[in-house]
């Protein structure tokens, strides 16, 4: 039996729900590194090997100073005024339910959707996403970009896991429920 490829939300948030700062700002993030903790992220990415992503995402991840961190994926970025490629991602600016179906009858790894706030948006309105993972972070930020938009249909979730780490963030893990 082959598998099913799943279409992974894999993201932080602020407890009240927002990804950055209404600037983009990530930087609170950091509030929750305690070295060699990752989270879990070092065993998820074992499991994709296809990374989407918006273009403002992308340009956030390449402002660090550190190497491409989805090296040995494919990868494709959502844009609306970007296309071809450069050495690291695939740009893509046609219907994302187009490029997902496309992606699920290759055979591979689960496809990790690392953002952003748009890209998760346009998934969810699709119901493309089949299982969530939230890491809360303790801090309430009060304003910035959200995470979920107002205005997509409702869906159901099942939760498959909640874990709680001494540096107070939380991660709750869901999968959709279809049918």
């Not at 496309?102 to 748009?118: F, H, S, V």
Request: negative net charge; charged residues 25%.
């Amino acid at each position: 039996m082959t598998h099913q490829r799943q279409l992974v939300l894999y993201i932080a948030a602020s407890l009240d729900g927002y990804i950055a700062r209404r600037d983009g700002d990530i930087g609170w993030l950091s509030m929750v590194e305690a070295p060699p903790e990752d989270y879990g992220y070092a065993e998820f990415v074992k499991t994709v090997d296809t990374i989407i992503m918006g273009r403002k995402t992308y340009e956030k991840v390449l402002s660090f100073d550190i190497p491409w961190p989805h090296a040995g994926r494919k990868c494709y970025v959502l844009s609306k005024t970007k296309t071809g490629s450069d050495e690291n991602v695939e740009f893509y600016n046609g219907p994302v339910a187009e490029l997902i179906a496309q992606l699920r009858q290759k055979p591979g790894l689960d496809i990790y959707c690392d953002g952003g706030a748009d890209v998760v948006d346009e998934l969810m309105r699709q119901d493309l996403i089949d299982r969530y993972t939230v890491s809360i972070i303790p801090v309430l930020l009060g304003d910035g970009i959200a995470l979920f938009k107002p205005g997509r249909p409702e869906q159901k979730l099942v939760c498959t896991g909640s874990r709680a780490f001494p540096s107070g963030l939380v991660q709750l893990q869901y999968e959709r429920k279809r049918g």
